[in-house]
């Protein structure tokens, strides 16, 4: 029986002599979300860049079941996993409308289905479809975002520091966004050094530290 989801063992990431991350073996399942919780420097970035394919690595890497861990990051992103940076880079003197059709599929029918559906999913960006990227507020940005990369329809998100020079306010706005991504039955990985945030939108929190996994994932 094929798993779901995204499955990680025994990765390790080194750039040139320095090893960022040893043996790391993790999961994160459907319609959760998976919190990888460390300080700056863990890792944290350097794991996620590696499951998409930025950044050479060791191990195994599948999604549901299937290896992609020799694929370029292009089939990565094909097999279904999406990667949100941190810093959000948005294109700001796009519209909200076009940073996220410039991520939809070829044909136009396509993306005006996968941009309502996106609409639906964040309300805030839908009431501003014309405004320049730079016109939002970082939260709104960040959901902007997290719609593009709704665009593709993947399986697996990964999101790297989503909260990062955010305000309380707006981080709020964050984890609604994420809990909106776990009903569309995505499966959310989300590297953050922000324990109170992980605490309040973590189904499972892994702890990371100078690149090793310190407690494997269970109960938020």
């Known amino acids: 029986m094929t798993t779901p989801g995204l499955q990680i063992e025994g990765l ?11 043996n790391a073996s993790l999961s994160a399942a459907p319609g959760e979300v998976t919190c990888l919780l ?3 420097g863990a890792g944290k970035s350097s794991l996620l860049r590696a499951i998409i394919g930025l950044a050479a690595s060791d191990g195994a890497i599948a999604v549901s079941g299937r ?5 370029a990051t292009e089939h990565r992103i094909r097999a279904g996993i999406a990667y949100v940076p941190e810093g959000r880079r948005v294109f ?10 410039v991520a939809g599929p070829a044909r136009n029918a396509d993306r005006q289905e996968r941009l309502a559906t996106v609409f639906e999913l964040f309300p ?3 009431q501003r479809p014309a405004d320049r990227a730079w016109q939002l507020s970082g939260g709104q940005q960040q ?7 709704l665009m593709a329809r993947p399986d697996i998100y990964l999101l790297d520091e989503p909260t990062l020079g955010l305000s309380p306010r707006v981080i709020d706005d964050v984890a609604e966004s994420l809990a909106r991504l776990v009903q569309t039955g ?8 922000n324990a109170g945030f992980a605490a309040h939108v ?7 530290q100078t690149g090793r996994i310190v407690a494997p994932s269970g109960a938020a």
């Open 202 to 208: 973590a189904d499972r929190t892994i702890l990371i």
């Open 12 to 22: 390790t990431v080194r750039h040139g002599a320095v090893t960022a991350v040893s």
């Open 186 to 193: 995505a499966a959310v990985l989300v590297a953050e050094q």
């Open 143 to 149: 959901m902007l975002a997290i719609g593009r990369a």
């Open 38 to 40: 460390g300080m700056n």
């Open 67 to 71: 290896d992609i861990s020799q694929m």
């Open 92 to 101: 700001p003197g796009l519209t909200v409308a076009e940073n996220l059709l």
């Open 124 to 126: 805030q960006l839908a």
